[in-house]
């Protein structure tokens, strides 16, 4: 596996790849990864076997730009020998690994944000976040020049606007959407989940209980305010458990539903201490 760590060796990299008529997929991430981000890079394979073959290359970026608490970044988990010999074992061909210095020069006025998705839901509660999200995404995607990207659905809103930029900026990237790879008691596998105490971690599958709870409510045809007031009961059962939000939107633009005739998402947000979790789960009426 190669290790690129500017700008220019990706450049190089992938150039040697597509001079020998590769595919490239693109897997960005934070790093403190985990079998959710290895299904990331076994879906740009399976992608990738099906287009002709070619390269997979993995990102890990801590990007200060997305988050809108500086302890949250202090705190951000970094294992990268860790990351490295996974993605190793998971047969990727290439990791970049840039400094923030090399990814945000000075004198740089230039943002790209989705104006109205990345206003909403988790918008609303981490004002700022996705407008670094789409502008690292949209520097990745210049950088790499991917075929295509892989994102997962844990992130729905993240997916979401990704997909909702890519065609209002008629970028030539295919985006993979990943289903959520959890652990065996139900908890959505995120990085931030290392950060729970024992008594979190054993409290924090509540949310993909109440995420069952919900599926099962829509697919009994109840209205959505019943829904998110049965989730929001059952969520107030488990005292660690201090919810910041509770939605269910349309899946195909998150607008908001009054009823339920059409595939919804379930949208979580729970703080666990100072660890925010999100989690989410398309429901079909
Ligand atoms: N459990 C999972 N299943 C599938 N994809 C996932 C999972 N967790 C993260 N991803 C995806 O991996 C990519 C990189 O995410 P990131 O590095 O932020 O990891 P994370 O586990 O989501 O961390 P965080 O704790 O910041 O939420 C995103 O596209 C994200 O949706
Ligand atoms: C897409 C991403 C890598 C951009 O920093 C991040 O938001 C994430 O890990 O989901
Ligand atoms: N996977 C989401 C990245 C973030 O929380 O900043």
Known sequence: MQICRS???????????????????????????????????????????????????????VNPAQFDRQADL?????????????????????VFLPEVGDIYRPGAQTV??????????MGRLRPGHFRGVTTIVTKLFNIVDPDAATFGEKDYQQLTIVRQMVADLDMSVQIIAVPTVREPDGLAM?????????????????????????QRLVAQGARPD????????????????????????????????????????ILLSVLFSDVLLIDQRVAHP
Not at 115 to 120: D, H, K, V
Not at 197 to 213: G, K, N, T, V, Y
Not at 226 to 237: F, N
Not at 243 to 257: F, G, H, K, P
């Open 74 to 94: 202090a705190l951000y988990p970094r294992d990268e020998d860790a990351d490295i010999a996974m993605l190793r074992a998971q047969g990727c061909d290439a």
């Open 190 to 214: 995120s990085s931030r989940n290392r950060r729970l105490s024992p008594q979190d971690r054993a409290a924090a599958p509540i949310l993909s209980q109440a995420l069952d709870l919900g």
């Open 7 to 61: 700008r220019q060796a990706v450049r190089d990299c992938v150039g040697d790849w597509r001079a020998a008529g590769d595919r490239v997929v693109l897997v960005a991430t934070m790093g403190a990864l985990h079998e959710g981000h290895m299904q990331l890079v076994a879906h740009g394979r399976d992608w990738l076997a099906a287009h002709g073959g070619g390269r997979v290359i993995a990102s890990i970026f």
């Open 112 to 121: 790209v944000e989705v104006t109205g998705l990345s206003r909403i839901l």
């Open 226 to 265: 019943t829904i998110r007031r049965r989730i929001r009961t059952l969520l107030r059962d488990q005292p660690r458990a201090r919810i910041r939000s509770v939605d269910i939107r349309d899946a195909a633009d998150l607008s908001r539903i009054t009823r339920i005739d059409r595939p919804v998402v």
